[in-house]
């Protein structure tokens, strides 16, 4: 079985590049396809993704697992901000071995807010025969969604007007992650918030070009979506044409924070969120 930390780009430490300084990114939708203005209804969402939960290295001065208070910081931010939604796009586990003492106190962590919380399985985390998933699924409770088919799944979450799309990993061999044509392509007529999570390579961001796991400008389009969640590279930022709104949310062992996203009928803002700034009261009211 090929080694999935081969990859070498879904590390925290990983990664480089500069730290995000903008205090918000107001993206007005380009797409005539798709108008925010033909939304009558707003939706908070946090986006986060690379947790990586069970690198067992990365401890606090209480010996708790970072990516553990991390999540418990999101989790407690979903509350503080009034968010409706929690999305994680991919690699939240570090890897499929991960113990169930460790998978419970996790699951407990999004288990406990009532707000949805969606999971997609990314190539750390392979959703497959014998992957923690599967093997503790009893552990997370009715608000976790987890996607478990490659070839894409729908979530209709109704209670908050949104549905979310995404293919899940399910090996630990390359894989498109967005290349499948989401259910709602079609359904014009659903006044529903259109997610897309997915975990690779966005062609162009940071100037890669050749690594697994690609995700094609035109696989970015072709998803029709409001926004894309993305996850795998650590860094915060915009990718994708014109005419998409498509972010990476930044790994929170790096940004030390997550990004919050506002579905608004006047365009999508989409902002980092640090947890030094949430500590200081200084996070956006809705
Ligand atoms: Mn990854």
Redesign the pocket.
Known sequence: MPDPLANGV?TPSASTGSQPTDAGLQVSDASERLPASAHSHSVRMIHTS?VHVGTGFALDESGREEALVFMETIVNAATDLDADLVVIA??FFDNNRVKEPLVQATAEIISATEKPVVILP???DPFMSGSMYQRFAHHFADNVHIFDSPDGTLFSLDDIGVQIWGQAHASYDDFSPADASPAWRGDTERPFWRIAMA?GSAVGFDGRLSFGYRIEEEHLADLEAHYVALG?LDRHGQTGPPGTTAFYSGAPGLLKGFTLVDLQPHGVNVQPILFDALERGEAPAR
């Open positions: 879904g690379d991919g690699d990314g190539n750390h975990h795998h």
